[in-house]
């Protein structure tokens, strides 16, 4: 059974920090690339961050660039998004997502975890 399961989301006030956790299994987690994406109430669902299988590239929305930083570790098959210097519009429902590297392409989702950045 896949399962991508969220934590370390949570309440943090501006300029702070966060570190999100997606642990996976069921699947050949070295085999897929690992984004995380974000999503507030009324908008669409925003890619934040993505690496690659091996975690040789990274890549980021123009929104966190400098802020956030994602990493994986194979061994542990989980993922990680570091964020820091919070700001308010980083609020929202941040979703770990896999996508296979080869055909057939194959996406799995977690079921979020919330992060909320207030005073």
């Known amino acids: 059974q896949v399962q991508l399961v969220e934590s370390g989301g949570g309440l943090v006030q501006p300029g702070g920090s966060l570190r999100l956790s997606c642990a996976a299994s069921?699947?050949?987690?070295?085999?897929?690339?690992m984004n995380w994406y974000r999503q507030t109430l009324g908008k669409e669902r925003e890619l934040v961050a993505t690496?690659?299988?091996?975690?040789?590239?990274?890549n980021f929305a123009d929104s966190v660039k400098g802020r956030f930083t994602i990493s994986r570790d194979n061994a542990k098959a989980t993922v990680y998004l570091q964020m820091n210097s919070l700001k308010p519009e980083d609020t929202a429902l941040y979703y770990c997502?896999?996508?296979?590297?080869?055909?057939?392409?194959?996406?799995?989702w977690g079921q979020g975890t919330q992060v909320t950045v207030s005073s």
């Open positions: 997502n896999a996508v296979s590297r080869t055909w057939p392409i194959m996406s799995y």
């Open positions: 069921g699947f050949t987690f070295t085999t897929y690339n």
């Open positions: 690496i690659t299988s091996d975690g040789g590239s990274t």
